[in-house]
Nanobody, 128 residues
Framework: QVQLVESGGGLVQAGGSLRLSCAAS????????MGWFRQAPGKEREFVAV???????YYADSVKGRCTISRDNAKNTVYLQMNSLKPEDTAIYYC??????????????????????WGQGTQVTVSS
Protein backbone atom coordinates (compact mmCIF):
# COMPACT_ATOMS: atom_id res chain seq x y z
CA GLN A 1 0.00 0.00 0.00
CA VAL A 2 2.78 2.41 0.97
CA GLN A 3 6.23 1.94 -0.50
CA LEU A 4 9.29 3.36 1.27
CA VAL A 5 12.81 3.46 -0.16
CA GLU A 6 15.79 4.64 1.88
CA SER A 7 19.04 5.97 0.48
CA GLY A 8 22.11 7.89 1.56
CA GLY A 9 23.80 5.36 3.81
CA GLY A 10 27.46 4.56 3.61
CA LEU A 11 30.80 4.52 5.38
CA VAL A 12 31.82 7.66 7.25
CA GLN A 13 34.51 8.61 9.71
CA ALA A 14 33.68 9.34 13.33
CA GLY A 15 32.73 12.98 13.67
CA GLY A 16 31.47 13.13 10.13
CA SER A 17 28.00 13.73 8.75
CA LEU A 18 25.51 11.86 6.65
CA ARG A 19 22.11 12.68 5.19
CA LEU A 20 19.59 9.89 4.74
CA SER A 21 16.56 10.13 2.50
CA CYS A 22 13.33 8.18 2.38
CA ALA A 23 11.12 8.40 -0.67
CA ALA A 24 7.51 7.40 -0.12
CA SER A 25 4.65 6.61 -2.42
CA UNK A 26 1.10 7.74 -1.88
CA UNK A 27 -0.94 10.88 -2.29
CA UNK A 28 -1.55 11.31 1.45
CA UNK A 29 2.08 11.52 2.54
CA UNK A 30 1.44 14.66 4.55
CA UNK A 31 -1.11 12.84 6.70
CA UNK A 32 1.41 10.24 7.90
CA UNK A 33 3.82 10.21 10.79
CA MET A 34 7.26 9.49 9.35
CA GLY A 35 9.87 7.90 11.57
CA TRP A 36 13.46 6.73 11.48
CA PHE A 37 14.58 3.62 13.33
CA ARG A 38 17.86 1.75 13.46
CA GLN A 39 19.05 -1.72 14.28
CA ALA A 40 22.60 -2.72 15.11
CA PRO A 41 23.83 -6.32 14.98
CA GLY A 42 22.57 -8.29 17.96
CA LYS A 43 20.32 -5.49 19.16
CA GLU A 44 16.65 -4.68 18.93
CA ARG A 45 15.34 -2.13 16.53
CA GLU A 46 15.20 1.25 18.23
CA PHE A 47 13.55 4.58 17.65
CA VAL A 48 15.66 7.45 16.34
CA ALA A 49 13.39 10.30 15.27
CA VAL A 50 9.88 11.09 14.09
CA UNK A 51 8.26 13.84 12.09
CA UNK A 52 4.58 13.87 12.96
CA UNK A 53 1.96 14.66 10.38
CA UNK A 54 1.53 18.10 11.91
CA UNK A 55 5.19 18.91 11.31
CA UNK A 56 6.58 18.74 14.84
CA UNK A 57 9.50 16.45 15.64
CA TYR A 58 10.76 14.25 18.43
CA TYR A 59 14.12 12.53 18.97
CA ALA A 60 15.61 9.72 20.96
CA ASP A 61 17.98 10.86 23.70
CA SER A 62 20.83 9.02 22.02
CA VAL A 63 20.74 11.29 18.97
CA LYS A 64 19.26 14.49 20.35
CA GLY A 65 21.37 17.45 19.32
CA ARG A 66 23.14 15.52 16.58
CA CYS A 67 20.29 14.59 14.26
CA THR A 68 17.61 16.54 12.48
CA ILE A 69 14.57 15.04 10.81
CA SER A 70 12.75 16.99 8.15
CA ARG A 71 10.17 16.35 5.49
CA ASP A 72 9.13 17.70 2.14
CA ASN A 73 5.50 16.76 1.65
CA ALA A 74 5.50 18.00 -1.93
CA LYS A 75 8.26 15.50 -2.75
CA ASN A 76 6.95 12.71 -0.52
CA THR A 77 10.35 12.56 1.12
CA VAL A 78 11.63 12.54 4.69
CA TYR A 79 15.26 13.19 5.61
CA LEU A 80 17.55 12.46 8.51
CA GLN A 81 20.59 14.70 8.81
CA MET A 82 23.17 13.14 11.12
CA ASN A 83 26.15 15.05 12.44
CA SER A 84 28.97 14.25 14.85
CA LEU A 85 28.55 10.58 14.08
CA LYS A 86 29.90 8.01 16.50
CA PRO A 87 30.83 4.36 16.00
CA GLU A 88 27.81 3.41 18.11
CA ASP A 89 25.61 4.97 15.43
CA THR A 90 26.55 2.09 13.15
CA ALA A 91 23.36 0.28 12.20
CA ILE A 92 20.86 -0.32 9.48
CA TYR A 93 18.57 2.67 9.35
CA TYR A 94 14.92 2.15 8.47
CA CYS A 95 12.27 4.55 7.37
CA UNK A 96 8.77 3.87 8.68
CA UNK A 97 5.29 5.34 8.33
CA UNK A 98 1.93 5.24 10.05
CA UNK A 99 -1.28 7.23 9.71
CA UNK A 100 -1.07 10.40 11.72
CA UNK A 101 -3.24 11.00 14.75
CA UNK A 102 -4.40 14.10 16.55
CA UNK A 103 -4.23 12.29 19.90
CA UNK A 104 -1.02 13.11 21.77
CA UNK A 105 -0.83 9.73 23.49
CA UNK A 106 -0.93 8.00 20.12
CA UNK A 107 1.64 10.32 18.61
CA UNK A 108 4.07 9.60 21.43
CA UNK A 109 4.07 5.88 20.74
CA UNK A 110 7.41 5.26 19.08
CA UNK A 111 7.72 1.50 19.25
CA UNK A 112 8.46 -0.18 15.91
CA UNK A 113 5.26 -2.14 16.43
CA UNK A 114 3.28 1.07 16.12
CA UNK A 115 4.38 1.64 12.54
CA UNK A 116 2.64 0.01 9.62
CA UNK A 117 5.00 0.49 6.68
CA TRP A 118 8.74 -0.03 6.42
CA GLY A 119 11.53 0.39 3.94
CA GLN A 120 14.29 -2.12 3.34
CA GLY A 121 16.87 -0.10 5.24
CA THR A 122 20.17 1.55 4.42
CA GLN A 123 23.47 0.68 6.08
CA VAL A 124 25.34 3.33 8.04
CA THR A 125 28.84 2.45 9.19
CA VAL A 126 30.89 4.85 11.30
CA SER A 127 34.58 4.07 11.60
CA SER A 128 36.60 4.97 14.67
Amino acid sequence: QVQLVESGGGLVQAGGSLRLSCAASGRTFGAYDMGWFRQAPGKEREFVAVSWSGGTTYYADSVKGRCTISRDNAKNTVYLQMNSLKPEDTAIYYCAARPGSAALLLRLRVSPKDYDYWGQGTQVTVSS
